[in-house]
């Protein structure tokens, strides 16, 4: 990690700096970053696939937990014990992620969809549970036993994040440009020169002028921070992307924006994405399938449009007969 | 009941017959399917649509009427999944899966059939906002043969959008700005470049005036020309005259 940083320290020089002469020796080591491949027609692609993640079990819970609230059986005030006040955000989920698609999560808040989404990207340790990655090692061993170091790899180059606060997944000090060339370097990147043309593709595509491109997104709209933060989680085109309410707070013209932007990485690369939105009507545009979480429970699943048209949960009819 | 009985008998001995003079087995065959909503925030029941049975050969064009609200399109929707059936099967004859009941596939099975084997066209358009009439159909186009394929792509979009009668000066307009029997035909078009085996067609007249009537129904029978098997629900009679193979009329949830 600290070689990264200071790698990290000399390519902030390099790309907000003059032009930086890359050393001929630097310039082989792109070559193990993951081409991008295009993605194969539909049509030849099995139609059983392979999950690319794999979640079993996973619980988080805050405190201890007691011999009463350990119980599944246990009734609990929604979702903290009555007894020992352990909160357990999230119980006992298991799903399955294919490659290609979108599954979209929603619940009310505190129902524990971020800290699902943060446990699969290691932000919060999962108190138990396993996850299965097909891309890293072929999904043979449980990602939550392995070492940090592991786990770190796995960030960096299967897993991208889109935090709900910009703050989280951004260095507000340090140019657009160099906060993607972060990700790009933690993942094993060392050219300045493809680091800067690749960030100023992806800028490019997320809708940030280039003349801004070395300016901190500290000093950018709330909506244009999400969008970097989106070229940020693309740059090492990363396998499976985890979108926690991306659109939320951006004004309409620019969320159609993201959307578009969202459904282009999907056709184009073929990557998983895991949506989490208060709003059903981007889960209804984006979603392949849609899971309902109440209490830290997966309560319902099943297909977005069969979710929104025939609830079977007094708790999704509720929800969905709140939509505008 | 004995209805329901004698219309699954009469459907058993067509199909026997066509057996027998070596046809194809039915596209699709829907036995006994139930379906009834429960609404839990004031706890009642309503009945979508009670044992159905109704088979539909390859090519043939099915057509179901009945007043609204006798859960005519809880069954297309069954078909589609977008309801949940509670009983009964609807075995369909896929070219991926081979024989294979939609009331039991698996979500991803169905994702694959909705892409590449079943078409739903409803009254409404659902599209990403802020895309033109020819990227959306461009995108079903993209979703069947593949992003690599994009100039099969661009000129199949042509041929459809030209196909469907859309002036070629609305092609880059938000279809937000449609009239609503342009929507329809972009609907239709957008479902039809899938070059689906099944197509469902949910009301696809309604809220149309009669030259837009005319166009869906020339739309229909060329379709129907090229082999597309079609089930469709339409509230007027006289559109379905001379269109329809078998005609079904349902009341209160059941098949009369």
């Known amino acids: 990690m600290e070689s990264a940083k200071e790698a990290f320290a000399e390519c902030e020089v390099g790309v907000t700096g003059e032009a930086v002469a890359v050393p001929k020796q630097e310039s082989h080591r792109v070559s193990h970053v993951r081409p991008v491949q295009p993605r194969p027609s539909i049509r030849s692609r099995r139609i059983e696939e392979d999950p690319c993640v794999k979640v079993q079990g996973l619980s988080r819970s805050f405190g201890n937990g007691c011999a009463y609230c350990l119980d599944p059986r246990a009734v609990l005030e929604r979702n903290r014990c009555p007894r020992c006040g352990t909160v357990h955000a999230v119980r006992d989920v298991g799903f399955e992620l294919y490659p290609g698609e979108i599954v979209g999560i929603v619940g009310e808040s505190g129902s524990g969809k971020s800290t699902l989404m943060q446990c699969l990207y290691f932000d919060q340790t999962a108190s138990s549970g396993s996850i299965f990655v097909k891309p890293y090692d072929g999904?043979?061993?449980?990602?939550?036993?392995?070492?940090?170091?592991?786990?770190?790899?796995?960030?960096?180059?299967?897993?991208?994040?889109?935090?709900?606060?910009?703050?989280?997944?951004?260095?507000?000090?340090?140019?657009?440009?160099?906060?993607?060339?972060?990700?790009?370097?933690?993942?094993?990147?060392?050219?300045?020169?493809?680091?800067?043309?690749?960030?100023?593709?992806?800028?490019?595509?997320?809708?940030?002028?280039?003349?801004?491109?070395?300016?901190?997104?500290?000093?950018?709209?709330?909506?244009?921070?999400?969008?970097?933060?989106?070229?940020?989680?693309?740059?090492?085109n990363p396998p499976v992307l985890l979108l926690d309410e991306v659109t939320t707070g951006l004004d309409l013209?620019?969320?159609?924006?993201?959307?578009?932007?969202?459904?282009?990485?999907?056709?184009?690369?073929n990557v998983s994405m895991l949506v989490v939105s208060h709003d059903l009507g981007v889960i209804r545009m984006l979603a392949d399938r849609t899971f309902v979480m109440l209490d830290g429970r997966v309560i319902e699943e099943g297909l977005t449009d069969q979710i929104l048209e025939d609830p079977q949960h007094a708790y999704t009819q509720q929800l969905v007969y709140s939509l505008l | 009941m004995s209805a329901n009985g004698q219309c699954a008998q009469a459907v058993q001995t067509a199909r026997?017959?066509?057996?027998?003079?070596?046809?194809?087995?039915?596209?699709?065959?829907?036995?006994?399917?139930?379906?009834?909503?429960?609404?839990?925030?004031?706890?009642?029941?309503?009945?979508?649509?009670?044992?159905?049975?109704?088979?539909?050969?390859?090519?043939?064009?099915?057509?179901?009427?009945?007043?609204?609200?006798?859960?005519?399109?809880?069954?297309?929707?069954?078909?589609?999944?977008t309801n949940l059936p509670e009983s009964g099967s609807i075995l369909y004859d896929s070219a991926a899966f081979g024989r294979i009941d939609l009331a039991q596939a698996t979500q991803r099975q169905m994702i694959y059939l909705r892409t590449h084997e079943i078409g739903y066209v409803s009254q409404?358009?659902?599209?990403?906002?802020?895309?033109?009439?020819?990227?959306?159909?461009?995108?079903?186009?993209?979703?069947?043969?593949?992003?690599?394929?994009?100039?099969?792509?661009?000129?199949?979009?042509?041929?459809?959008?030209?196909?469907f009668d859309l002036a070629e000066d609305l092609w880059d307009v938000y279809p937000r700005t449609f009239s609503g029997g342009e929507k329809l035909r972009l609907n239709i078009a957008a479902a039809m470049i899938k070059q689906p085996r099944l197509l469902l067609l949910d009301e696809p007249t309604a809220s149309l005036d009669n030259a837009s009537k005319i166009k869906v129904r020339e739309l229909i029978e060329r379709l129907k020309g090229q082999g597309t098997t079609m089930l469709g629900i339409f509230h007027d009679l006289e559109f379905m005259e001379g269109l329809c193979d078998k005609e079904f009329n349902m009341q209160e949830g059941m098949m009369v």
């Open chain 1, 253 to 269: 013209s620019v969320q159609a924006n993201v959307l578009d932007l969202i459904l282009q990485i999907r056709r184009d690369f």
């Open chain 1, 139 to 236: 999904g043979h061993r449980n990602i939550l036993e392995l070492s940090s170091q592991e786990k770190r790899r796995i960030r960096n180059t299967v897993f991208g994040m889109v935090y709900q606060n910009p703050y989280l997944g951004l260095r507000m000090d340090y140019s657009s440009l160099s906060n993607i060339a972060e990700q790009m370097i933690a993942s094993g990147d060392r050219s300045v020169s493809h680091m800067r043309s690749r960030g100023e593709e992806l800028l490019g595509q997320v809708n940030i002028p280039t003349v801004r491109a070395t300016d901190p997104p500290r000093t950018f709209s709330g909506g244009m921070q999400q969008r970097v933060q989106i070229a940020k989680a693309l740059s090492n």
């Open chain 2, 16 to 81: 026997a017959a066509q057996v027998e003079q070596g046809e194809q087995t039915p596209m699709l065959k829907i036995t006994g399917l139930t379906k009834s909503f429960t609404i839990h925030a004031v706890d009642r029941r309503i009945q979508g649509c009670s044992n159905i049975d109704l088979s539909i050969m390859p090519g043939e064009f099915v057509g179901i009427t009945g007043r609204s609200g006798s859960g005519k399109s809880t069954i297309l929707r069954c078909i589609y999944r």
């Open chain 2, 124 to 163: 409404f358009l659902s599209v990403l906002p802020r895309r033109n009439a020819y990227d959306i159909v461009m995108q079903s186009a993209i979703e069947t043969y593949g992003c690599n394929a994009q100039a099969k792509c661009r000129r199949e979009t042509s041929a459809m959008l030209r196909h």
